[in-house]
């Protein structure tokens, strides 16, 4: 069965900090989708980023990067100099049957709060 | 480009209520979603549409909820009666097609007392 951990509950770091947020995943299909989104406390979701099962070359964008290893069966997302605007719960997802969109499974969500 | 657009945004209701949510998505997006946001978990699928049509609706409890996209557009989900464990926010998204990412609306929390 497809299965999102996100260990981590809350994480509080000062603002201009590192911070790494980590995702494990489970699933027993070859091809499959992970996904972040943001939820800051207006209560949207926000489209981070995907990834597909085939592709696990790191990404950078901007302050954000995410580290996809296969081995690990992890996808885990670093914020570079962290700013009080990323404060959010992030939420760690996986696709069922290949497709992108299709039923996402979603972590517990971490929630990250930057202190000035 | 306009957001998913839920209404209401709030809603207080007793148990063994009734209560419907609306949802408009981006328009042209063919998919659309309706999940439920139990407070400190993930989002959990309710429903899935391709316009009209149902593609996936395993996690529904049918016995009280119902939903419809009659043209292919616009979206209500009703729950007829509320159970206290129905307290959450439901949360649309809509897609262009199944194999984009989905853009979510701001949802609607609701307390069933």
């Known amino acids: 069965a497809q299965k999102v951990t996100q260990a981590q509950t809350e994480i509080s770091v000062v603002e201009k900090e590192d911070v790494t947020l980590d995702c494990v995943y489970e699933t027993r299909d070859t091809t499959y989708y992970l996904f972040w989104y943001k939820q800051p406390p207006s209560g949207e979701l926000v489209f981070l980023i995907r990834?597909?099962?085939?592709?696990?070359q790191n990404e950078i964008s901007g302050r954000y990067s995410w580290n996809f290893q296969k081995s690990t069966s992890s996808f885990n997302f670093t914020i570079t100099a962290s700013q009080v605007v990323d404060s959010a719960v992030y939420f760690c997802?996986?696709?069922?049957?290949?497709?992108?969109?299709?039923?996402?499974?979603f972590g517990t969500g971490t929630r990250l709060q930057v202190f000035p | 480009e306009a957001g998913v657009a839920q209404s209401p945004r709030y809603k207080i209701i007793e148990k063994r209520q009734s209560v419907a949510f609306w949802c408009n998505p981006i328009s042209g997006h063919a998919t659309l979603y309706w999940y439920q946001q139990i407070l400190g978990q993930g989002p959990k699928l309710l429903i899935q549409?391709?316009?009209?049509?149902?593609?996936?609706d395993s996690q529904l409890p049918k016995d009280r909820f119902s939903a419809e996209r009659l043209k292919g557009v616009d979206s209500t989900l009703k729950i007829q009666p509320a159970k206290l464990e129905d307290s959450a926010v439901y949360l649309c998204a809509s897609s262009r097609d199944r194999d984009t990412e989905a853009f979510f609306g701001q949802g609607t929390r609701l307390t069933v007392v």
């Open positions: 990834r597909n099962s085939f592709d696990e």
């Open positions: 997802a996986l696709s069922e049957g290949g497709r992108n969109t299709d039923k996402l499974i």
């Open positions: 549409f391709q316009n009209n049509g149902v593609v996936d």
